[in-house]
T-cell receptor
Framework: GNSVTQMEGPVTLSEEAFLTINCTYT??????LFWYVQYPGEGLQLLLK?????DKGSNKGFEATYRKETTSFHLEKGSVQVSDSAVYFC????????????FGPGTRLSVLP | DAGVTQSPTHLIKTRGQQVTLRCSPK?????VSWYQQALGQGPQFIFQ???????QRGNFPDRFSGHQFPNYSSELNVNALLLGDSALYLC????????????FGPGTRLTVT
Protein backbone atom coordinates (compact mmCIF):
# COMPACT_ATOMS: atom_id res chain seq x y z
CA GLY A 1 0.00 0.00 0.00
CA ASN A 2 0.87 3.64 -0.07
CA SER A 3 3.07 5.07 2.66
CA VAL A 4 5.05 8.17 3.63
CA THR A 5 8.28 8.23 5.62
CA GLN A 6 9.71 11.35 7.25
CA MET A 7 12.89 12.06 9.11
CA GLU A 8 12.47 11.66 12.82
CA GLY A 9 12.38 14.71 15.01
CA PRO A 10 12.53 16.74 16.94
CA VAL A 11 14.62 19.11 14.89
CA THR A 12 16.04 22.07 16.78
CA LEU A 13 17.56 24.99 14.87
CA SER A 14 18.69 28.50 15.60
CA GLU A 15 16.88 31.39 13.95
CA GLU A 16 18.07 32.03 10.36
CA ALA A 17 19.44 28.50 9.97
CA PHE A 18 18.76 26.40 6.87
CA LEU A 19 16.04 23.77 7.19
CA THR A 20 15.65 20.45 5.45
CA ILE A 21 13.03 17.86 6.42
CA ASN A 22 13.30 14.68 4.40
CA CYS A 23 10.24 12.90 3.03
CA THR A 24 10.07 9.79 0.88
CA TYR A 25 7.01 7.96 -0.33
CA THR A 26 5.77 4.68 -1.69
CA UNK A 27 2.80 4.69 -4.03
CA UNK A 28 1.45 2.33 -6.65
CA UNK A 29 -0.09 5.10 -8.73
CA UNK A 30 0.77 8.69 -9.55
CA UNK A 31 0.31 10.63 -6.34
CA UNK A 32 0.07 14.30 -5.58
CA LEU A 33 2.36 15.34 -2.73
CA PHE A 34 1.76 17.80 0.08
CA TRP A 35 3.33 19.38 3.12
CA TYR A 36 1.01 20.31 5.97
CA VAL A 37 1.93 22.27 9.09
CA GLN A 38 0.31 21.99 12.51
CA TYR A 39 0.89 24.81 14.99
CA PRO A 40 0.31 24.10 18.69
CA GLY A 41 -3.38 23.68 19.48
CA GLU A 42 -4.47 24.06 15.88
CA GLY A 43 -5.56 21.90 12.97
CA LEU A 44 -3.47 21.12 9.92
CA GLN A 45 -2.80 23.83 7.35
CA LEU A 46 -1.74 23.16 3.79
CA LEU A 47 1.76 24.59 3.34
CA LEU A 48 2.51 23.60 -0.24
CA LYS A 49 1.76 20.97 -2.86
CA UNK A 50 3.02 19.42 -6.10
CA UNK A 51 0.87 17.39 -8.44
CA UNK A 52 3.36 15.88 -10.88
CA UNK A 53 7.02 14.96 -11.23
CA UNK A 54 9.50 17.87 -11.20
CA ASP A 55 6.87 20.32 -9.93
CA LYS A 56 8.10 22.65 -7.20
CA GLY A 57 5.68 23.76 -4.52
CA SER A 58 6.46 26.91 -2.57
CA ASN A 59 4.87 29.06 0.10
CA LYS A 60 6.06 31.38 2.90
CA GLY A 61 9.71 30.76 1.98
CA PHE A 62 9.31 26.96 2.08
CA GLU A 63 9.98 24.85 -1.01
CA ALA A 64 9.72 21.21 -2.01
CA THR A 65 10.35 19.51 -5.36
CA TYR A 66 8.54 16.35 -6.51
CA ARG A 67 11.33 13.90 -7.38
CA LYS A 68 9.86 10.80 -8.98
CA GLU A 69 13.23 9.14 -9.56
CA THR A 70 14.04 9.20 -5.85
CA THR A 71 10.37 9.14 -4.67
CA SER A 72 11.10 12.13 -2.49
CA PHE A 73 9.56 15.47 -1.56
CA HIS A 74 11.99 17.13 0.84
CA LEU A 75 10.94 20.36 2.54
CA GLU A 76 13.47 23.23 2.62
CA LYS A 77 13.66 26.78 3.89
CA GLY A 78 16.66 29.03 3.61
CA SER A 79 16.23 30.96 6.87
CA VAL A 80 13.86 29.75 9.57
CA GLN A 81 12.13 31.97 12.10
CA VAL A 82 10.90 31.29 15.62
CA SER A 83 7.36 31.44 14.25
CA ASP A 84 8.11 28.39 12.07
CA SER A 85 8.15 26.18 15.16
CA ALA A 86 5.47 23.57 14.51
CA VAL A 87 4.95 19.96 13.42
CA TYR A 88 5.35 19.32 9.69
CA PHE A 89 3.57 16.47 7.93
CA CYS A 90 4.36 15.10 4.49
CA UNK A 91 1.37 13.53 2.75
CA UNK A 92 0.29 11.98 -0.52
CA UNK A 93 -2.99 11.57 -2.34
CA UNK A 94 -3.11 8.81 -4.92
CA UNK A 95 -5.74 9.48 -7.56
CA UNK A 96 -5.83 5.87 -8.64
CA UNK A 97 -7.00 4.86 -5.20
CA UNK A 98 -9.36 7.63 -4.28
CA UNK A 99 -8.84 10.96 -2.68
CA UNK A 100 -7.96 9.98 0.85
CA UNK A 101 -4.66 11.25 2.12
CA UNK A 102 -1.81 9.21 3.59
CA PHE A 103 0.24 11.17 6.10
CA GLY A 104 3.71 10.69 7.43
CA PRO A 105 4.30 10.62 11.20
CA GLY A 106 5.27 14.27 11.37
CA THR A 107 8.49 16.09 12.24
CA ARG A 108 8.54 18.55 15.11
CA LEU A 109 10.60 21.68 14.46
CA SER A 110 11.72 24.00 17.22
CA VAL A 111 13.44 27.25 16.26
CA LEU A 112 15.36 29.03 19.00
CA PRO A 113 15.97 32.80 19.02
CA ASP B 1 -15.78 33.23 5.63
CA ALA B 2 -16.00 30.57 8.33
CA GLY B 3 -13.52 27.75 8.05
CA VAL B 4 -14.07 24.19 9.19
CA THR B 5 -15.56 24.03 12.66
CA GLN B 6 -15.74 21.07 15.01
CA SER B 7 -17.51 20.41 18.29
CA PRO B 8 -16.91 19.74 21.03
CA THR B 9 -13.30 20.83 21.56
CA HIS B 10 -12.63 18.27 24.25
CA LEU B 11 -14.49 15.20 25.41
CA ILE B 12 -13.93 12.64 28.15
CA LYS B 13 -15.73 9.30 27.94
CA THR B 14 -15.61 5.98 29.73
CA ARG B 15 -14.66 2.72 28.05
CA GLY B 16 -17.72 1.08 26.48
CA GLN B 17 -19.60 4.32 25.96
CA GLN B 18 -20.62 5.87 22.66
CA VAL B 19 -19.59 9.30 21.34
CA THR B 20 -20.70 11.65 18.56
CA LEU B 21 -18.43 14.32 17.10
CA ARG B 22 -19.63 17.05 14.79
CA CYS B 23 -18.15 18.96 11.88
CA SER B 24 -19.30 21.87 9.74
CA PRO B 25 -17.37 22.22 6.48
CA LYS B 26 -15.92 25.39 5.03
CA UNK B 27 -18.48 27.45 3.18
CA UNK B 28 -18.96 26.12 -0.34
CA UNK B 29 -17.47 22.70 0.37
CA UNK B 30 -19.51 19.53 -0.04
CA UNK B 31 -17.10 16.77 0.95
CA VAL B 32 -16.10 15.87 4.48
CA SER B 33 -13.30 13.53 5.55
CA TRP B 34 -12.55 12.31 9.06
CA TYR B 35 -9.13 11.46 10.45
CA GLN B 36 -7.84 10.04 13.72
CA GLN B 37 -4.56 11.47 15.00
CA ALA B 38 -3.02 9.59 17.89
CA LEU B 39 -0.52 11.44 20.05
CA GLY B 40 2.78 11.92 18.23
CA GLN B 41 1.54 10.39 14.98
CA GLY B 42 0.19 11.56 11.67
CA PRO B 43 -3.52 11.59 10.90
CA GLN B 44 -5.07 8.27 9.81
CA PHE B 45 -7.95 8.37 7.32
CA ILE B 46 -11.24 7.06 8.72
CA PHE B 47 -13.78 7.79 5.96
CA GLN B 48 -15.08 10.39 3.54
CA UNK B 49 -18.63 11.57 2.87
CA UNK B 50 -19.96 13.09 -0.31
CA UNK B 51 -23.59 13.65 -1.26
CA UNK B 52 -24.64 12.16 2.07
CA UNK B 53 -22.97 8.83 1.32
CA UNK B 54 -19.77 7.21 2.53
CA UNK B 55 -17.52 7.32 -0.51
CA GLN B 56 -14.32 5.90 0.90
CA ARG B 57 -13.28 4.14 4.08
CA GLY B 58 -9.93 3.56 5.72
CA ASN B 59 -8.89 0.63 7.86
CA PHE B 60 -11.19 1.26 10.82
CA PRO B 61 -13.70 -1.15 12.40
CA ASP B 62 -17.46 -0.86 12.05
CA ARG B 63 -17.59 0.75 15.49
CA PHE B 64 -16.73 3.91 13.59
CA SER B 65 -19.67 5.23 11.60
CA GLY B 66 -20.69 8.53 10.17
CA HIS B 67 -23.34 10.60 8.58
CA GLN B 68 -23.56 13.61 6.31
CA PHE B 69 -26.55 15.92 6.37
CA PRO B 70 -28.13 17.84 3.45
CA ASN B 71 -26.31 21.00 4.57
CA TYR B 72 -23.01 19.03 4.18
CA SER B 73 -22.25 18.98 7.89
CA SER B 74 -21.17 15.62 9.25
CA GLU B 75 -21.07 13.48 12.36
CA LEU B 76 -18.61 10.82 13.43
CA ASN B 77 -19.95 8.17 15.80
CA VAL B 78 -17.83 5.72 17.74
CA ASN B 79 -19.49 2.88 19.64
CA ALA B 80 -18.11 0.68 22.41
CA LEU B 81 -15.21 3.01 23.09
CA LEU B 82 -11.79 1.53 23.79
CA LEU B 83 -8.86 3.15 25.55
CA GLY B 84 -7.06 3.09 22.19
CA ASP B 85 -9.69 5.37 20.69
CA SER B 86 -8.21 8.27 22.66
CA ALA B 87 -6.94 10.68 20.01
CA LEU B 88 -7.47 13.98 18.23
CA TYR B 89 -10.23 13.59 15.65
CA LEU B 90 -9.84 15.88 12.68
CA CYS B 91 -12.43 16.83 10.13
CA UNK B 92 -11.39 18.10 6.71
CA UNK B 93 -13.58 19.57 4.00
CA UNK B 94 -13.06 19.92 0.28
CA UNK B 95 -15.02 20.56 -2.88
CA UNK B 96 -16.19 17.55 -4.85
CA UNK B 97 -13.47 15.21 -6.00
CA UNK B 98 -10.69 17.81 -5.73
CA UNK B 99 -8.06 16.34 -3.40
CA UNK B 100 -5.79 19.34 -3.41
CA UNK B 101 -7.60 21.89 -1.32
CA UNK B 102 -8.49 20.01 1.82
CA UNK B 103 -9.10 22.30 4.80
CA PHE B 104 -8.81 20.95 8.33
CA GLY B 105 -10.69 21.90 11.45
CA PRO B 106 -9.00 22.32 14.84
CA GLY B 107 -10.08 18.85 15.95
CA THR B 108 -11.86 17.26 18.88
CA ARG B 109 -9.66 15.79 21.60
CA LEU B 110 -11.28 12.56 22.83
CA THR B 111 -10.02 10.95 26.00
CA VAL B 112 -11.32 7.48 26.94
CA THR B 113 -10.78 6.44 30.55
Amino acid sequence: GNSVTQMEGPVTLSEEAFLTINCTYTATGYPSLFWYVQYPGEGLQLLLKATKADDKGSNKGFEATYRKETTSFHLEKGSVQVSDSAVYFCALSDHNYGQNFVFGPGTRLSVLP
Amino acid sequence: DAGVTQSPTHLIKTRGQQVTLRCSPKSGHDTVSWYQQALGQGPQFIFQYYEEEERQRGNFPDRFSGHQFPNYSSELNVNALLLGDSALYLCASSLGRDPYEQYFGPGTRLTVT
